[in-house]
C-alpha cells in the first residue's frame, strides 16, 4: 500500500510538473534610479491608489510617484520570444491608468512570448521644468536603457526592445523615440553601454503631438533612422486622431515601416477593454505586426 501511494504521488507530481513550469514567474520590480531620481526635491507624500467610485469608468487610478519603477513580468520560458516591450500607462501626465493600460497589457504581452516592463513613471508633472514632462521622459529614457542592461539576465535580445504607450503614455513614447538627446547624466554602466531609444513603437491613441492647426509639433522630429511605429486610434477620438495620421505620414515620408489603423469609433481610454467597437480588436492587430516584423520569432 505505501508503495502504492508512493507511485501515485510520484504520478501526480510529474503530472504537475509540466503545468508549473509553463507558468509565468512572478513579476519582479526594480528601482529605475541608484538613488533620488533626477530633479526631485520635493516630498509628495505616499502614493496614492484610487479605485473607481460607483458609476464611474472602471479605471484604476495610481497617483503621485515619486519613486519611479519597472516591473518586469515574463513570458513562460517555452513562448520567451526575446522580445521586450516597456508599458506606458496613460493619465494624462496627472496619474497612471495602471491596470487597463498597464497589468493587463503585459499580461497580454506575455500571451505573445515578449517580456513585459511596466514602467511606473513619476506623476503629476513637476513645477518649472522644460519640457514639462522631462520627469517622465527621464524615466522612460532610463527604463529603456537599464532594461539593455537587464538584456541577459531577462533573456531580450538588447535590440528588440520596444515601447508601447495609452494616450499621454503614447505622447511619452514617441518623446522617448524621437528625442536623439539623454535627458540625464549618466549614473552607471547601463547608461555608459547602452542606448536609450526603443528599437519599435506601439502607439495606441497617443495624445499632445500636433498643433492647434493639426500639424505634428516641431520638436518631433522624424528621420530614416527613427523606429517604426505601429498606430491605433479611433475618429471620434476627443483626442485628435490627426497626431497619429501626421506622425504617421512623417514616419512613411522618411521611408520608416509604420502602419496606422484609424477606426470609425470607440472614443478614448479603452486600453485592452473589450467593447462593441472594431477599435478593442487592437492588440490582434498589433500582435499581428509584431509578427510581421519577425519581433515574436524566438531571437537567435
Same mark, same amino acid.
Given at each position: %500500500? ?55 469608468? *472602471? ?9 519611479? +519603477? ?65 520627469? %517622465? ?7 529603456? +536603457? ?26 511619452? +513614447?514617441?518623446? +522617448? ?33 500636433? *498643433? ?16 517604426? %511605429? ?71
Amino acid at each position: %500500500m505505501i508503495r502504492g501511494l508512493a507511485l501515485a504521488l510520484a504520478l501526480a507530481l510529474a503530472l504537475a510538473l509540466p503545468a508549473a513550469l509553463a507558468r509565468a514567474a512572478e513579476p519582479v520590480t526594480h528601482k529605475l534610479w541608484p538613488g533620488k531620481a533626477p530633479g526631485e526635491t520635493k516630498d509628495l507624500g505616499a502614493e496614492k491608489l484610487t479605485e473607481p467610485k460607483k458609476g464611474q469608468a *472602471d479605471v484604476k487610478r495610481l497617483g503621485n510617484v515619486s519613486e519611479p +519603477t519597472i516591473t518586469v513580468y515574463a513570458p513562460p520560458k517555452e513562448k520567451a520570444s526575446g522580445t521586450a516591450v516597456v508599458v506606458a500607462p496613460g493619465g494624462g501626465y496627472s496619474i497612471l491608468a495602471i491596470e487597463h493600460e498597464g497589468t493587463d497589457v503585459c499580461k497580454w504581452l506575455n500571451d505573445l512570448g515578449v517580456t513585459a516592463v511596466l514602467l511606473k513613471y513619476r506623476v503629476p508633472k513637476r513645477e518649472a521644468q522644460s519640457p514639462d514632462n522631462l520627469a %517622465m521622459v527621464q524615466d522612460a529614457q532610463r527604463a529603456v +536603457t537599464l532594461v539593455r542592461g537587464m538584456s541577459k539576465e531577462l533573456g531580450v535580445d538588447p535590440n528588440r526592445v520596444g515601447m508601447l504607450g495609452f494616450s499621454a503614455g503614447g505622447h511619452l +513614447t514617441v518623446c +522617448t523615440a524621437l528625442t536623439q538627446k539623454r535627458l540625464y547624466e549618466k549614473v552607471d554602466q547601463a547608461d555608459e553601454a547602452f542606448g536609450h531609444r526603443p528599437n519599435f513603437c506601439v502607439l495606441v491613441y497617443p495624445a499632445y503631438l500636433t *498643433d492647434k492647426g493639426g500639424a505634428l509639433k516641431p520638436e518631433f522630429v522624424v528621420t530614416k533612422d527613427s523606429p517604426p %511605429m505601429f498606430f491605433a486610434h479611433s475618429s471620434d477620438d476627443p483626442v485628435t486622431s490627426e497626431g497619429s495620421v501626421a506622425l504617421y505620414l512623417a514616419l512613411t515620408k522618411n521611408k520608416v515601416p509604420a502602419e496606422l489603423h484609424l477606426y470609425a469609433t470607440g472614443g478614448h481610454g479603452y486600453g485592452m477593454r473589450k467593447t462593441a467597437h472594431p477599435c478593442a480588436s487592437w492588440p490582434d492587430r498589433a500582435g499581428d505586426w509584431l509578427k510581421a516584423r519577425g519581433l515574436l520569432e524566438k531571437a537567435k
